[in-house]
């Protein structure tokens, strides 16, 4: 792609990506709030892509059913993220198919993005599912969060209330840390409550 060399050869992107619940966001809302760089996150991009109305939208109703409808927002008609996510989660063909459906038009957009911050020296690329859905060619350093299932797990039940054996499914269902460590460059250390990633943060930003 064009626009993805352009930027390859001047611009630092870094990838910043994590099991679930390691702790992407605090560490995204740090540099938010301490560097002056842009953040661009692919979770906000899957929103914008399933709101009502547009062919994403259409295409997971049209697959799934009404059942994904938010009840609690009736009047916006907007998906359920949390009620489409169990599906996929117990389900590997519909996590497929809907992968297969998002994950492009994402980097597509990403890719876009970038673009419009040409620019700038750095950029952080905040991307969940960086590896399993193959983004690392539009990053130029990968930043992975370091954090412990047992803490994943806790910090899942609270935020999503869900069971144990839901919450171990969910990080079982993403690949391993130590398989992910083999293709990152920094490794950010969320292990306990000492914040060790901020003074890799301050030294590498």
């Known amino acids: 792609m064009d626009i993805l060399q352009k930027s390859k050869n001047k611009q630092r992107r870094i990838g910043l990506t994590g099991g679930i619940a390691s702790g992407k966001t605090t560490i ?3 540099i938010r709030k301490h560097k002056n760089i842009p953040i661009l996150d692919a979770d906000n991009l ?17 697959y799934f059913g009404n059942k994904i409808i938010d009840n609690n927002n009736n009047s916006e008609n907007l998906i359920n993220r949390k009620l489409l996510r169990n599906i996929i989660f117990k389900n590997s063909e519909s996590k497929e198919w809907i992968e297969k459906l998002l994950h492009p038009l994402i980097k597509e957009k990403m890719i876009e993005e970038c673009s419009q911050y040409k620019n700038n020296e750095t950029i952080v690329l905040v991307i969940p599912l960086l590896f399993e859905a193959k983004f690392e060619d539009i990053c130029t350093e990968i930043w992975l969060v370091k ?13 999503d209330k869900i069971s144990e054996k839901e919450a171990y499914e969910s990080i079982n269902l993403q690949l391993s840390f130590e398989e992910k460590r083999k293709f990152s460059d920094i490794i950010l250390d969320n292990s306990d409550d000492q914040n060790k990633w901020m003074d890799t943060i301050k030294e590498l930003l």
């Open 28 to 30: 995204t809302n740090y």
């Open 46 to 62: 899957s929103r914008e892509l399933i709101k009502p109305n547009t062919y994403e939208y259409k295409k997971i109703l049209d």
């Open 147 to 159: 954090c412990p299932k047992e803490l994943q797990k806790k910090r899942l039940i609270i935020r």
